[in-house]
């Protein structure tokens, strides 16, 4: 389910990463979880194997082994699961959540969109920028707003203490770019 870790095995330490938009073949992650080819496993014991990983797109598909069936949902305070029912976009303005496995779910508003950052692996384009806090770890994880996926989360600055200033990557250009659905409930 998005907001799930998941582990990458082929990696020399397992590095934990983030489930964050879960599709009919597996999921979407943050570029930097792996490899094209590497194994991934699980908290709840389910297994895949990346696709394709793109640095220009900052994501990577995992495609899901028999054992690890995709699911609508995303987790939210309290282990209550939320249901992915679509991915229309929010305006600017709107209440947007995010969860990771760093900081958990924390809420706030969509600021701008059409945003450019840059980071480590050169600039992103048409990033949307929130109030949300994130910190390192929480990359790739799933924004909600109205039952809503809304996209992956790059970074930002700040953290959960004090606030911070968050950008993510909208959703719907990932999946039409990718032919990919979303598991919607």
Known sequence: MAGDPFFNDSAPVGRRCT???VVT????????CGSAGDRVS??????????????????????????????????TPGGVQGVVRGTTEAPVGASVCRTGPTTGWHCGTIQAKNQTIRTPDGYVYNATRTNVCAEPGDQGGAFYSGGHLQGLTLGGSGDCSTGGTTFFLPINPILSRYALTPVTG
Do not use: Q
């Open 19 to 21: 489930i964050g938009a």
């Open 25 to 32: 073949v597996g999921f979407l992650a943050d570029a930097g």
């Open 42 to 75: 699980g908290r709840d014991g389910g297994t895949g194997t990346v696709a394709w990983s793109s640095r220009e797109s900052n994501v990577l598909l995992v495609e899901a082994d028999d054992d690890w069936r995709p699911t609508p949902y995303i987790g």
